[in-house]
């Protein structure tokens, strides 16, 4: 059964750095684990991708263990600006065929 | 270039109707999705083409209904639509492979069903 695990919500100061995990257990061996963002009555954007072990952008860092049954978004530095929805986005087996699946999202609320 | 765009807005419909929602999008990608997301919940997947001529069904495919004559067009039917089908309807697109690289999203459809 194709499952994701997010904390619902986190809360956070400006200027501290936020990990963000999603769990997901059965994922496809050979595809990439992605991570969004949404804003209130907006669609995800695209934060960062990864395959294993460290990915780095401008804005976000990617790790991925070995097993790849978890998956670890690291904001550095969050401002007001940061508190949004974050949802990782996996590739489940589907018998025949495979499928994206979104995870259940995490709020991430930035205080001043 | 203007992306992924979705029409209508919005929509209110009475149960039993049934409509079109609108998908097409301008980069030339091979895998368009429909997304449904719920009041507070996050994004399920209703269907999926990885091409035209392909189609396939996500999480949540019954009710709905789509078909991929085109690389640019992907449109999703509801056939009779039902209270449990309000919601914000976003359509996707990506250029190849089934996860790598991002997907862009359209501004989304917001619909109720009365």
Redesign the interface.
């Known amino acids: 059964l194709?499952k994701t695990t997010q904390p619902i919500s986190m809360d956070s100061y400006e200027g501290q750095e936020v990990n963000i995990t999603c769990s997901h257990n059965n994922i496809?061996t050979n595809?990439?684990?992605?991570w969004?963002q949404q804003f209130p009555?907006?669609?995800?954007?695209?934060i960062i991708?990864g395959y294993k072990t460290k990915v780095t952008n401008e804005v976000a860092s990617l790790f991925i263990p070995a097993d790849r049954k978890s998956s670890t978004l690291s904001l550095p530095r969050v401002s007001l600006s940061d508190t949004a929805v974050y949802?990782c986005?996996?590739?489940f087996y589907g018998g025949a065929?495979?499928?994206?699946?979104?995870?259940?999202?995490t709020l991430l609320a930035v205080q001043p | 270039n203007a992306g992924v765009t979705q029409t209508p807005k919005f929509q209110v419909l009475k149960t039993g109707q049934s409509m079109t929602l609108q998908c097409a999008q301008d980069m030339n990608h091979e895998y368009m999705s429909w997304y449904r997301q719920d009041p507070g919940m996050g994004l399920r997947l209703i269907h999926y083409s990885v091409g035209a001529g392909i189609t396939d069904q996500g999480e949540v495919p019954n009710g709905y209904n789509v078909s991929r004559s085109t690389t640019e067009d992907f449109p999703l039917r509801l056939l009779s639509a039902a209270p449990s089908q309000t919601s914000v309807y976003f359509c996707a697109s990506k250029s190849e492979g089934l996860a790598r690289d991002e997907q862009y999203f359209g501004p989304g459809t917001r619909l109720t069903v009365t």
């Open positions: 194709a496809a595809d990439y684990i992605t969004y009555s907006q669609g995800p954007r695209f991708q949802y986005l996996v590739v065929t495979n499928k994206l699946i979104f995870g259940t999202g």
